[in-house]
C-alpha cells in the first residue's frame, strides 16, 4: 500500500506492543484493535511496560538527538597523521572497524589487514612474524568508534596513517578516517601483498601532503553540501560515491594544481582520486561520525548512534546508553559477487561504514540510488520501498539530505531502536563484501538488514536504566 | 493508467486516425471501435490516407532511422577554430540557432549576439556600428544547422570563436559546437557588453589551447558514456550537466595540469568549468547533434532529425525530407523567473539544445532530472509522466541511455512527426529562458511544449512526396 492511499483511508489499525498507541488512535477518531502480540525480537513485556511509562521523556530525549543530527554542518578541515591528531592514537595500537573484538575472534578479512598494518609500520618484516605480534598481546586492539574514528571493512588504522580531520562546526566535535585506496586488493579488505604496502605509502608519502596543502589553500571543504547534491546525482553515498567523488575532486583540483610539488604529482594524485570512485566513501562515513557524535549520551533517548561491523559482531551503540556496545552475530550480505566468488566465500558483514546508514544516508537512502538495488536483481520500485520502510523506524526526516525520486522528502533520519523491536522492521543496510580468508580482498557489493539482536539487547538495557532510576528515586 | 496496469488488460481501444491500427489491434484479438476524429492538427484525411497506405515503408525507413541513431558513436576528438573546420565557415558568416531567419526578424537576444559576435570578430567597434553592418546585407546569417553545428541559445557563432569536433565514430560525420560561457551575462543569452567580450577572448586565448592541448594528449573522450552515466546521476543533459560537467572535467583534468603552460593557467581553466555546470551542455548538444546527423536522409523516414528554435521561428527538419526546413512561431516557455523579471520579460524559445530532445534526452528524459520539474512547480511523478508521455511519439528505446527511476527503461529515441500530428502528443522541452530584448542576457529557466505547426507541414510534405512519386509511377 503507498503511503499516499494510506493517507486517504480511514485509519482501521490492529496495534501491537505498546497499547498507548492504541489508545492515541481512538482518540484521533481512527479503530485500533489491540492484539496479544510476541514483538519480533524476544523482548518481555515488562520491558515495553517500562518504556512505555517513559514514552514522553524518551520521545522528548529522541527529539534532542534529531535536532542535533539535524543542526550538524561537518567539514572537512585539515588532514593529519593518526598519531598526531586521533585521541589516544599510540604506536602499538591498531583501531578497528565495529565493536572491540580480540585477535582470537577476528575475521579473516581483520586479520589480513592487521597483518597488513603491522608490515606497513614496519613493527613486522613478513606476514608470519605479524600474526605472531598480532596475537602476542603487545598490540593493543581498540575500536575506531571509541577514537572518533570510523574505517571501511576492516577499518584497521594505524599510528602512521593519514586521516582526514572532519569537524563539526555547529557543535566543535571531530572525527576521523583514513584516505579510501580504491578496489581490489587493498588492506580494507584484508588484502596484505606488497602491491598493498606500497600503495599505502604513496598514499602516505604524496596523495596526503598534495592534499594536505591543497586544503591549507582552498580552505575546509562542506561535506554536508556535497552530500546533499551527490544524493540528487544518483549516490546514497556508501555503496555509491561516484557523484561525491566528482564534486569533492572538482571542488579541490584547482588548489591541487596550484600547490603540488610538481605538475606529475598533481596529475598522479588527480588520477588516482579519478579512478575511484568510492574516494568520497570515507568522506561520506568522517562526516555521518562526526554528525553522530554530536547525538552522543543524551539521556533517555533510544536513537542509535553508531552501527557498526567487526566481521564477526555487528554492535551498535544508542545514544542514552553512553558507550556502552550491544552486539549479535554480524550476517552475510545478498550480493553480486565477482566472477569466480559466491556466497560461501563472503565474510559476514563487516565495517563502520553503517555510521552512513546511521546518518539517514546508504540503505536508508537508497531510493535515490536504484542502481544499488538493481545489481542484486530489485527495480527502482524496491529501492523506492526499501526507504520507505526505513521511516518506519526513525524519528524525523533530514532537512538536508533529499531524494529526488520521492518528490524531495527527507532521507529517514534518527534511528529508534524501540520503533525496530516493536515493529520488527530492521535497518537496510547496503555494503561491500570481503572474501572471509585473508589476503585476498573484496568479492562483491550486496545488501542486507541489520540483526535484530543488539536492538533488543540496547533497549533492554534503556529500559533497566529506567527500573534502576525507579528503584533509586524510590529508596 | 500505469503502464504496466495497461499491458495486464485485454485491450479496448478507440481507433483514431489511420484506420488500420484497429484492425491490427482486432487481428491481435482485441476490441477496437474507430471513430471520426479530426486529428489535433490541421492535417487533411488525405494526408493520413496517404501515409496509411505507405505505413510498412514508413515504419522501415523509421527503424533504420532508429538503429542509426542508437549505432552512433560520438567522441569528442578535437578542437579548432570555426574557420578552420566548420564547413562553409567564412569571415562575413555569422551561424544562429533555428531555422533560417533574416536581421529583421530577428528577435532581441539574437540581435544581441550578433552585434556581441561582430565586436568580438573586430567587424564593428560599437553596438551601433555593429547594428548598421548587421542590417547592411553584407553580413551571412545562416542556420548552424545547416555547418554540421549546433548553437545553444541564440547560438551565434563567428568564424574565430574555436569549437568542440566531435565525430561519430561509428559512421564518420562531424558536428561541432561553441564552448559554453557559464551564465548571467554571455553572448548565447543577447549579452554584449565588454565583459562578455573580454570573456569570449579568453575562451579563445586561453581556455580553447589549453583544453586542445589537454585532448591532444588524454585522447578522444566518449561523450556517449559520459551521457549515458550523467543519467544516473541525475543530469537529463539539456538543463541539467553538472554530472556531465563533472565527469567530463574529471575525464581531462589530470591532462590539463599535465600540459597547461603554467599550474597558474591550468587551475584558472579548472576553476572556470567548476564554476559552470553547464559546460558539459555544448558536448551534449555537440553529441546530439553528430548522433543525428547520421539519421538524415533516410528517404520515406517520419523521425525528426533537427528541432531548433532563432527565438522567432520554431523550426523541424525530417530524416525523409532532406535539408527543408518546417517552421512556427516560437512559444514562450513557463518558468522560474530569475528575481525581477516575469514572464513579460521572456523572449520566445530560443537555440539549438532541442537538439538534445531530438536525441532523447533533455525533456525527454526528464524522469531522470525531476530537480527541473520541480522548479516550475512539478513533481517527481509529474517529471516521470512527461517522459513517460514522450514514449507515444517515439519510434524506440534508447539501448545506452536509461532512466534509473523507471527501472532503467531506455529513454524515448526516434521522434516521429506522423505520431505526434496522430496522437497530439507534443515533444517536451526543457529550456533557459533568455530577455526579450538584447543586451540582459538571461531571465530563467523552463519548459514548454513544441508547437504543432513545423510537425503538421511536415508530415503534409512527407506525404506530398508520396503523391508525387505515385505520379510519377503512373507517368
Chains 1, 2 share one sequence.
Not at 518504556?51 to 520521545?59: D, G, M, Q, R, V
Not at 549516490?235 to 572538482?250: C, I, K, P, Q, V
Not at 591541487?256 to 588527480?270: F, G, Y
Not at 568522506?283 to 564477526?312: C, F, H, P, Q, Y
Request: net charge negative.
Amino acid at each position: 500500500m503507498s503511503v499516499s492511499n494510506l493517507f486517504n483511508q480511514k485509519l482501521k489499525v490492529v496495534n501491537i506492543g505498546i497499547g498507548s498507541f492504541a489508545e492515541n488512535i481512538r482518540r484521533a477518531g481512527g479503530t485500533a484493535v489491540s492484539v496479544e502480540w510476541q514483538p519480533p525480537a524476544n523482548i518481555s513485556p515488562n520491558i515495553f511496560r517500562t518504556l512505555n511509562a517513559k514514552k514522553e521523556t524518551i520521545s522528548k530525549a529522541n527529539s534532542e538527538a534529531l535536532q542535533r543530527i539535524l543542526n550538524s554542518k561537518p567539514y572537512l578541515t585539515n588532514m593529519a597523521r593518526a598519531i598526531d591528531v586521533v585521541p589516544g592514537m599510540r604506536k602499538n595500537l591498531l583501531m578497528h572497524a565495529g565493536p572491540p573484538i580480540t585477535w582470537e575472534r577476528m575475521c579473516g578479512p581483520m586479520r589480513g589487514a592487521v597483518i597488513g598494518a603491522l608490515l606497513y609500520e614496519g613493527l613486522a618484516q613478513t606476514p608470519e612474524e605479524a600474526e605472531t605480534l598480532a596475537a602476542s598481546g603487545s598490540i593493543d586492539f581498540e575500536p575506531c568508534h571509541e577514537h572518533s574514528s570510523v574505517g571501511p571493512m576492516a577499518g584497521v588504522t594505524s599510528a602512521s596513517m593519514p586521516v582526514f580531520v572532519v569537524k563539526n562546526e555547529t557543535f566543535g566535535n571531530v572525527a576521523f578516517c583514513t584516505q579510501n585506496e580504491g578496489l581490489g586488493k587493498v588492506l580494507r579488505y584484508g588484502a596484505f601483498s606488497p602491491e598493498v604496502i606500497e600503495r599505502l605509502r604513496w598514499m602516505e608519502n604524496i596523495l596526503y601532503p598534495t592534499l594536505k596543502k591543497a586544503l591549507d589553500v582552498c580552505g575546509k571543504i562542506d561535506l554536508k553540501n556535497i552530500i546533499a547534491q551527490a544524493l540528487h546525482m544518483g549516490d546514497e553515498l556508501h555503496n555509491r560515491n561516484r557523484a561525491g567523488t566528482s564534486l569533492f575532486y572538482r571542488s579541490i583540483a584547482p588548489a591541487i594544481v596550484e600547490t603540488a610539488n610538481s605538475p606529475k604529482i598533481a596529475a598522479d594524485v588527480l588520477r588516482f582520486i579519478n579512478g575511484n570512485d568510492h574516494f568520497f566513501l570515507n568522506l561520506s562515513m568522517a562526516a555521518s561520525k562526526a554528525t553522530l557524535d554530536a547525538a552522543r549520551s543524551i539521556e533517555n533517548s533510544s536513537v542509535a548512534v553508531v552501527m557498526a561491523r567487526n566481521g564477526t559482531d555487528f554492535g551498535i551503540q544508542l545514544s542514552g546508553t553512553g558507550n556502552e556496545w550491544f552486539t549479535g552475530p554480524a550476517l552475510v550480505p545478498d550480493a553480486l559477487f565477482f566472477a569466480g566468488f559466491t556466497k560461501e566465500d563472503a565474510n559476514p558483514d563487516i565495517g563502520d561504514s553503517a555510521i552512513t546508514e546511521t546518518n539517514a544516508l546508504g540503505g536508508f537512502a537508497i531510493a535515490a540510488s536504484p542502481a544499488i538495488v538493481q545489481f542484486v536483481g530489485g527495480s527502482a520500485s524496491d529501492a523506492r520501498q526499501y526507504t520507505l520502510d526505513m521511516y518506519e523506524i526513525t524519528v524525523g526526516e533530514n532537512t538536508s539530505y533529499q531524494i529526488p525520486s520521492l518528490d524531495f522528502r527527507g532521507t529517514p533520519t534518527g534511528i529508534d531502536a524501540i520503533l525496530i523491536v516493536e515493529t520488527g522492521t530492521l535497518p537496510f543496510i547496503d555494503t561491500g563484501v570481503a572474501h572471509k580468508n585473508p589476503g585476498v580482498g573484496q568479492v562483491g557489493a550486496g545488501v542486507l538488514k541489520a540483526p535484530m539482536e543488539p536492538f533488543a539487547k540496547a533497549v533492554a538495557a534503556l529500559a533497566a536504566r529506567f527500573e534502576h532510576k525507579h528503584i533509586r528515586t524510590e529508596e
